[in-house]
């Protein structure tokens, strides 16, 4: 009789590294803290905010991106999933986490007394500017902490309750009928669970978290923008723990057929990024009008005067576009653990690195010559590392808390037989 | 056994009743062996007459110049661009559903992709009599011909989102059709083997290009049916979204907006799967085809209709929001005067969008409304005047009071030939379904055969002893071919 490996023991190894990223991101902060948070010049304070704000909301968005996965293939009715279904719940546990530390941050910065980020959230520049009066009843205080507290909170609950009902079967085997009201119970919450995503990833959260550190320049591709940036690292994610896992000789339902549809999801939406990327930029670059072209100017500056971002501008669309496709596209590529792993790390920074030219720009501007300028990213991306280690961290735990495979669930011989 | 393929007893079948090989032929077949009935004579010949009218229409303009058309205001093209983006957006479920429901391995596609593709040909053969006739003087089409030549400056302009339209829908006809016609070729065969009388045996043998249902023609089948879709899935997006650039481009507000390509395409895919529906509601009913085109298919489709017009939804609500956002005086009007405003002239289209496309679809959150086939019908009907709508809004309520005040022009009607010219092309459309329907399979017979050892009542009654199998034992004798 085969026996397979159901429960998942975390490796001594496994913890030390967790926990030395960690270690890594705190010391960073600490370092980025004295060079920089700790001075009493605002815009260096706000370096080191920009920091903390672009790396907590990245790493939020992208684990909640894997709850959206979870629930889109739910929606609809997606077999080839389940064999590592237990591993996207597992990543999906860091929301809570990282969404509690974001919204400390965000609300430090809309409370604070710096306001180089949100300038909206600064009285003395919305009198002084016409623009941010007229979006003063959207982008305000009250709206910021409720709106966000509550989309917080509504994906930490919809995501527990997504994750309980996949747990709630775990040491009961479900009849045809049974199986049939499960599926339809996991449909409705993966919907609801959607709408949220509609109202939040899709469109207003975005605009208030990011966009509005633009305060004056606005985008309407600029959420949909946003959600692609993370799904496609979310995928990233579930691919590489699993083949960490199958690695360790975990999951062995899960073979490269299922690596496979993973790769081809990150190579159809890094090409559905590179897509979004080309309209938003092209329809601005073409119709030429000031107040939108200053998000890029910035970002390219001029022929005389080029924006010290070039290189990572360029360099965002050489990972997350030209990589994928050149390396992506071929079968053979999406089914080997060393180039997949190879591919979920480049793409993973590649879109930290989109998000860092969504970030900064705007809060290293001089505000007499307009200038912008690149600070020393290495600790930035420290930060980020401590990041991964947390989510090393949650994800272990919480795998190695439940069964690994949802034995009883109605499509998990469908996952067996899976043939891509 | 090695076990190639299981499907959960949870999900119902995709073939209804225990069919054979041969009985799949003898249904589908059927149909384009019977004589035509006389509800097809009635029909066909009520789309040719509007056809007529439509190549009467088309000549008055040719031979009196587009003035016909009373195009001496910018906002007299409204009619003539809004019925253009329509049926350029129906034509696109079929390559959604050949191509893009191909590579996320969609069993359901099988029964639907065949009247869908070949609707998706015919609606852009529609959509292309616009570009062409709304040159006006038609006979120097051959301009937007990038060669070299003898006109000095009048060379193509490779700036222009209109030009990209003449390549992407050209190279988005060619892909479709061929990948029409390549599913076509087992099933002509089967119509030319079963054939009796010699004009068949002549019509469907050269038509069939010789396919003798080899392995090895088999085998390049599947291999060309995965090259074309690859290639025609990124041709679903660029289609509508170098459509969507040709209002985007522009400086003109309520039309330069990033948002609008991806959010075309949703609204491209809504429609044409809107147009769907609205054909295979009455095609499975007349051509008994309801076991191969269940209510299991409808519901899918609905599905995808509920989902799609909640995107364009967000889209719309999106474009709402920024553009009070923005604080741009110009985009607020377009927005809150020129659409929102209800008692502004053209305020209640916006309304009829909002309501066509937004808010109705949002029924079928309802499972016994999207299985209920008269109101599917009546739904798709109302997602296509919708969508009509959402053009006529975006063209008409943008242009009609732009930046100058002195060009305002709140009076606009189409003339007659206009209109003569649009229910030409709907006669077009149902011309071509008709003898589609009539001579060709709706339904992909030889793909079916491949699912009835997949997803059918037979396959599922044979696979029911797996479903109560233990995962242990399931795993030992099925799992080890399959890596596990």
């Known amino acids: 009789m085969t026996t397979l490996k159901e429960q998942f023991v975390i490796p001594k190894r496994y913890n030390t590294w967790s926990m030395a990223l960690m270690g890594v991101g705190i010391l960073c902060l600490i370092i980025l803290f004295i060079t920089h948070g700790a001075k009493s010049d605002q815009r260096e304070q706000a370096r080191f905010w920009?920091?903390?704000?672009?790396?907590?909301?990245?790493?939020?968005?992208?684990?909640?991106?894997?709850?959206?996965?979870?629930?889109?293939?739910?929606?609809?009715?997606?077999?080839?999933?389940?064999?590592?279904?237990?591993?996207?719940?597992?990543?999906?546990?860091?929301?809570?986490?990282?969404?509690?530390?974001?919204?400390?941050?965000?609300?430090?910065?809309?409370?604070?007394?710096?306001?180089?980020?949100?300038?909206?959230?600064?009285?003395?520049?919305?009198?002084?500017?016409?623009?941010?009066?007229?979006?003063?009843?959207?982008?305000?205080?009250?709206?910021?902490?409720?709106?966000?507290?509550?989309?917080?909170?509504?994906?930490w609950l919809i995501g527990a309750k997504v994750r309980n009902l996949s747990r709630s079967i775990d040491d009961k085997s479900l009849t045809v009928e049974q199986g049939k009201n499960f599926t339809w119970t996991n449909t409705v919450w993966a919907a609801i669970y959607l709408v949220v995503f509609a109202l939040s990833v899709m469109s207003t959260i975005p605009w208030l978290w990011l966009m509005s550190i633009d305060a004056h320049w606005y985008s309407t591709m600029y959420s949909w923008y946003t959600w692609v940036s993370t799904f496609v690292p979310g995928c990233a994610l579930i691919a590489i723990f699993i083949i960490y896992l199958k690695n360790q000789g975990y999951l062995e339902l899960t073979n490269e057929e299922h690596l496979h549809d993973l790769g081809k999801f990150m190579f159809a939406f890094s090409i559905f990024w590179t897509y979004l990327w080309f309209s938003q930029y092209m329809l601005i670059w073409y119709s030429n009008q000031p107040e939108e072209t200053t998000y890029f100017i910035d970002?390219?500056?001029?022929?005389?005067?080029?924006?010290?971002?070039?290189?990572?501008?360029?360099?965002?669309?050489?990972?997350?576009?030209?990589?994928?496709?050149?390396?992506?596209?071929?079968?053979?590529?999406?089914?080997?653990?060393?180039?997949?792993?190879?591919?979920?790390?480049?793409?993973?920074?590649?879109?930290?690195?989109?998000?860092?030219?969504?970030?900064?720009?705007?809060?290293?501007?001089?505000?007499?010559?307009?200038?912008?300028?690149?600070?020393?990213?290495?600790?930035?991306?420290?930060?980020?590392?401590?990041?991964?280690?947390?989510?090393?961290?949650?994800?272990?735990?919480?795998?190695?808390?439940?069964?690994?495979?949802?034995?009883?669930?109605?499509?998990?011989?469908?996952s067996i037989i899976h043939h891509t | 056994m090695a076990l190639l393929r299981y499907e959960s007893q949870v999900r119902a079948p995709l073939i209804e009743g225990t069919k054979t090989y041969h009985q799949v032929t003898e249904d589908i077949c059927r149909p384009v062996e019977a004589r035509p009935t006389r509800l097809w004579w009635m029909g066909f010949s009520f789309s040719v007459l509007l056809l007529c009218f439509g190549i009467l229409s088309v000549t008055m303009e040719v031979i009196y110049g587009v003035g016909q058309w009373n195009l001496n205001k910018t906002v007299g093209w409204g009619w003539d661009i809004t019925n253009f983006v329509w049926w350029i957006g129906i034509g696109h479920a079929g390559t959604l559903i050949s191509a893009i429901l191909l590579l996320f391995r969609q069993g359901w596609r099988t029964g639907v992709n065949r009247a869908a593709e070949a609707m998706t040909i015919f609606a852009v053969i529609c959509a292309g009599q616009f570009p062409i006739w709304h040159m006006g003087r038609v006979w120097m089409g051959f301009f937007v011909l990038p060669y070299p030549n003898t006109r000095g400056p009048v060379w193509p302009n490779f700036n222009s989102a209109l030009l990209w339209d003449v390549f992407a829908i050209s190279t988005y006809f060619t892909v479709s059709l061929l990948f029409w016609y390549s599913g076509l070729l087992p099933d002509l065969a089967s119509l030319r083997d079963r054939a009796r009388l010699k004009w068949r045996k002549m019509f469907y043998g050269v038509a069939a290009f010789g396919w003798s249902g080899s392995t090895k023609h088999w085998q390049r089948f599947e291999i060309l049916a995965l090259v074309l879709a690859g290639l025609s899935t990124p041709l679903v997006l660029s289609v509508h979204t170098i459509v969507s650039f040709d209002f985007a481009t522009s400086v003109v507000p309520g039309w330069h907006?990033?948002?609008?390509?991806?959010?075309?395409?949703?609204?491209?895919?809504?429609?044409?799967?809107?147009?769907?529906?609205?054909?295979?509601?009455?095609?499975?009913?007349?051509?008994?085809?309801?076991?191969?085109?269940?209510?299991?298919?409808?519901?899918?489709?609905?599905?995808?209709?509920?989902?799609?017009?909640?995107?364009?939804?967000?889209?719309?609500?999106?474009?709402?929001?920024?553009?009070?956002?923005?604080?741009?005086?110009?985009?607020?009007?377009?927005?809150?005067?020129?659409?929102?405003?209800?008692?502004?002239?053209?305020?209640?289209?916006?309304?009829?969008?909002?309501?066509?496309?937004?808010?109705?679809?949002?029924?079928?959150?309802?499972?016994?409304?999207?299985?209920?086939?008269?109101?599917?019908?009546?739904?798709?009907?109302?997602?296509?005047?919708?969508?009509?709508?959402?053009?006529?809004?975006?063209?008409?309520?943008?242009?009609?009071?732009?930046?100058?005040?002195?060009?305002?022009?709140?009076?606009?009607?189409?003339?007659?030939?206009?209109?003569?010219?649009?229910?030409?092309?709907?006669?077009?459309?149902?011309?071509?379904?008709?003898?589609?329907?009539?001579?060709?399979?709706?339904?992909?017979?030889?793909?079916?055969?491949?699912?009835?050892?997949?997803?059918?009542?037979?396959?599922?009654?044979?696979?029911?002893?797996?479903?109560?199998?233990?995962?242990?034992?399931?795993?030992?004798?099925?799992?080890?071919d399959h890596g596990a």
């Not at chain 2, 051509?287 to 299991?296: D, F, H, N, Q």
């Open chain 1, 50 to 155: 920009a920091s903390l704000l672009q790396n907590s909301v990245y790493f939020l968005l992208m684990t909640n991106a894997v709850m959206f996965f979870i629930c889109a293939t739910t929606l609809a009715w997606g077999g080839f999933q389940i064999s590592f279904r237990r591993v996207s719940e597992a990543i999906s546990t860091a929301v809570p986490v990282i969404g509690v530390i974001s919204v400390i941050i965000m609300l430090v910065l809309v409370f604070g007394n710096n306001h180089i980020i949100y300038q909206w959230a600064d009285p003395n520049q919305v009198k002084a500017s016409h623009v941010l009066q007229t979006k003063s009843p959207f982008l305000n205080k009250g709206f910021f902490t409720v709106w966000t507290l509550v989309i917080v909170s509504l994906w």
């Open chain 1, 299 to 414: 970002r390219l500056g001029s022929r005389q005067n080029p924006s010290p971002y070039k290189g990572i501008f360029f360099l965002n669309l050489v990972i997350n576009f030209v990589a994928p496709i050149l390396i992506l596209m071929k079968r053979g590529s999406k089914r080997h653990y060393a180039t997949m792993t190879f591919m979920c790390v480049l793409l993973i920074f590649g879109h930290w690195l989109d998000f860092f030219q969504m970030v900064f720009p705007a809060v290293m501007k001089d505000p007499v010559t307009g200038q912008t300028h690149v600070p020393f990213m290495l600790f930035d991306f420290g930060i980020g590392l401590g990041f991964v280690g947390l989510i090393m961290f949650l994800t272990g735990r919480s795998l190695s808390k439940y069964p690994m495979i949802i034995r009883h669930h109605p499509f998990i011989k469908e």
């Open chain 2, 257 to 480: 907006t990033t948002i609008f390509p991806p959010y075309f395409v949703a609204g491209a895919i809504f429609s044409g799967f809107a147009m769907v529906q609205t054909l295979l509601v009455v095609t499975r009913k007349v051509l008994g085809l309801e076991e191969y085109i269940t209510i299991e298919h409808i519901e899918v489709m609905n599905k995808i209709i509920i989902l799609t017009g909640s995107i364009v939804g967000i889209a719309y609500l999106t474009e709402l929001f920024v553009a009070w956002y923005s604080a741009n005086p110009y985009e607020n009007f377009a927005f809150l005067q020129n659409r929102v405003n209800i008692n502004s002239p053209y305020g209640w289209s916006y309304y009829i969008m909002m309501g066509c496309n937004v808010l109705s679809p949002q029924i079928f959150w309802i499972r016994k409304m999207r299985r209920n086939l008269v109101l599917t019908f009546f739904m798709s009907i109302l997602v296509n005047i919708g969508m009509w709508f959402e053009r006529f809004v975006i063209i008409v309520t943008s242009v009609y009071r732009e930046y100058l005040p002195s060009a305002w022009s709140t009076y606009y009607r189409p003339t007659v030939w206009e209109v003569g010219f649009y229910l030409g092309t709907v006669g077009l459309f149902f011309t071509c379904y008709f003898l589609f329907a009539k001579f060709f399979p709706v339904v992909a017979a030889a793909e079916i055969k491949h699912l009835l050892k997949k997803s059918s009542d037979g396959f599922k009654h044979k696979m029911g002893e797996l479903e109560s199998e233990s995962m242990e034992a399931f795993v030992e004798r099925h799992g080890h």
